[in-house]
């Protein structure tokens, strides 16, 4: 697989990373089966893997999963909830900091995280402080790369001033297209990567789902708005271009999905996730997809028409979580 650049700090990654959040999760595959899908994408050639302290046990997982390779990629992870726990709110203070990146390289098997994000910003914690406490990780050689996740524009200035950020990490997809509005730009003008989670629009972009779609109990997606019977139903004129324009180039929907989002910007990285080594031969296959200018200018002005309805999480999340 060909690999990118996240911005200007020189941290190369493969094309497509691989998001193991979903890995720790109910209805996730058996433990040793996890390992086995890890351990498939870097023979597939994804070298880039992306977890946190937040996922439950993922951290567990990921580090052994990857003990046998560890050299060879890159870990990337998360601090910034109380407990790590998101339900308890945000915690960026110095010393939830330092002990989350202790408790993180024990969990990961490693004597250094190569990409260490913020998961939400804190409110309560002054943004140049949370980038100071990095930096001095950074220093003592613990962590390599800074990064944040899901922050507005403000708060990556003042960060980046103190440390610079290698990568941001925030959902973008034709099913979410808010970072457009001013954080790719701000993104391009820093020099820093965007990692984009949820690039298949949480499965809604593979063609796969439709309003008569049942989901799981367990499923994360009955909490969305976005997600409900109706708005599923409302957003289906996306799929269908998808699935169009899919038909026209012999590939599937899910791949094409891929292919929008790196024609978009050479320094995005989409950290797609799933629990099937099919889905991830797949999802590597999107990478190698070339879009014509045409092609990309068709589907934009398709874009252009189609409303998006529905929130990505329910009110009750947003002020824990983002909006």
């Known amino acids: 697989m060909e690999s990118r650049k996240l911005g200007n700090s020189g941290l190369e990654v493969s094309a497509l990373g691989y998001g193991c959040m979903g890995l720790s999760f109910p209805g996730a595959p058996a433990h040793k089966e996890s390992i086995d899908l890890i351990r498939a994408a870097y023979e597939n050639g994804i070298t880039f893997f992306d977890t946190a302290q937040a996922y439950g046990e993922n951290e567990l997982l990921v580090g052994k999963a990857i003990e046998p390779f560890r050299k060879n990629v890159v870990v990337a992870t998360k601090?910034?909830?109380?407990?790590?726990?998101?339900?308890?709110?945000?915690?960026?203070?110095p010393e939830t900091i330092k002990a989350t990146a202790e408790a993180s390289l024990k969990r990961l098997k490693t004597d250094y995280i190569d990409l260490f994000y913020q998961h939400r910003v804190d409110p309560n914690v002054p943004m140049e402080e949370v980038a100071g406490t990095v930096k001095e990780l950074i220093q003592e050689g613990k962590v390599k790369h800074f990064g944040l996740s899901e922050a507005d524009t403000t708060s990556i200035r003042k960060a980046h001033s103190v440390q610079p950020i290698t990568a941001l990490q925030s959902e973008y997809s034709m099913f979410y297209r808010k970072p457009e509005k001013e954080i790719i730009t701000t993104l391009e003008e820093l020099g820093i990567g965007f990692v984009t989670f949820s690039p298949l629009g949480k499965g809604f972009l593979t063609g796969t789902i439709t309003a008569d779609t049942e989901f799981d109990?367990?499923?994360?997606?009955?909490?969305?708005?976005?997600?409900?019977?109706?708005?599923?139903?409302?957003?289906?004129?996306l799929v269908d271009l998808v699935v169009s324009v899919a038909k026209d180039k012999d590939a599937t929907p899910a791949q094409i999905s891929?292919?929008?989002l790196l024609a978009q910007k050479p320094f995005i990285v989409p950290i797609p996730g799933t629990s099937r080594i099919h889905r991830i031969q797949e999802n590597i296959g999107g990478a190698k997809i070339s879009l014509s200018n045409e092609e990309l200018n068709k589907i934009n002005l398709a874009l252009e028409t189609i409303k998006i309805i529905g929130d990505r999480y329910p009110k009750q999340m947003q002020d824990k979580i983002g909006k």
Do not use: I, V, Y
Not at 79 to 93: A, I, V, Y
Not at 220 to 235: L, Q
């Open 79 to 93: 601090f910034g909830f109380k407990e790590g726990n998101p339900r308890l709110g945000t915690d960026s203070r």
């Open 217 to 237: 109990e367990t499923d994360g997606r009955n909490m969305s708005p976005r997600f409900n019977k109706e708005n599923r139903k409302a957003n289906q004129e």
């Open 258 to 260: 891929l292919a929008w």
